[in-house]
């Protein structure tokens, strides 16, 4: 049976007062819950979260249009750069979300309240159950206060350029080798991998980063080396 979570906490620090708190608890029911618990009165998260990427993507897109007159590929990466996995799973924790996930036991000994793919997705099923609560302006409202925020950070740092690349010329340049990725584990059913990959230079790991597939894993081990970078 499914917990009473109060979400006012969480209403209050996101600045969003639900008008129906069955969409709200949805954001956090994730498919190991009920795959475990069986039928519970509400789905799982996975349909609000597709919707809340296409939301994402749409706010970003319009903010960008109207703020930058850059080339177009250049604005692909800026949007690329602040919707990706690792992003949105930094802002997830950063406002708690993980603790309000209703997941399996098994899901939850495996560590998944601090998993960055689900927190990524909980972050976008999030988003959708505003726009469906509150509508277009309540989403980009919060999408510009929790997301849009950290764009002007990552255009100076230029992070928005391929980690992997980055990473590769930075290791190149400094240690005069090029960096290694090695798979350290992979877990999970197949709609749900959980790939661990460490990058490694001069058999030093530099990073590890985790992912839905090992490339996704790569990229986040990449970023994450690169966030640790010291001369």
Not at 198 to 218: C, D, I, M, T
């Amino acid at each position: 049976m499914m917990s009473n979570f109060n979400f006012a906490e969480l209403e209050e620090k996101i600045g969003v007062k639900f008008n129906n708190q069955d969409l709200l608890k949805q954001v956090f029911i994730h498919r190991s819950y009920i795959n475990e618990s069986g039928k519970t009165p509400l789905e799982h998260n996975e349909r609000l979260e597709f919707l809340g990427d296409a939301v994402l993507e749409l706010v970003v897109t319009e903010y960008l249009y109207n703020n930058f007159s850059n080339p177009e590929g250049e604005l692909t990466n800026w949007r690329s750069s602040i919707v990706r996995g690792e992003v949105l799973a930094k802002v997830s924790t950063q406002l708690d979300l993980g603790s309000l996930l209703f997941l399996s036991k098994g899901e939850e000994k495996s560590g998944g309240r601090e998993r960055n793919l689900i927190l990524a997705n909980t972050f976008e099923a999030l988003i959708g159950a505003i726009y469906l609560d509150q509508k277009y302006d309540a989403a980009s409202k919060f999408i510009h206060r929790f997301l849009i925020v950290l764009l002007p950070e990552i255009i100076e740092k230029k992070l928005y350029i391929d980690p992997k690349s980055h990473l590769q010329e930075i290791s190149q340049e400094k240690l005069g080798v090029t960096p290694e990725y090695r798979v350290i584990s992979h877990s999970g059913p197949d709609h749900n991998k959980l790939f661990v990959v460490g990058v490694f230079a001069r058999e030093r790991e530099l990073a590890q980063g985790q992912g839905s597939s090992k490339q996704r894993a790569e990229q986040d081990a990449a970023t994450n080396a690169l966030s640790n970078w010291k001369d």
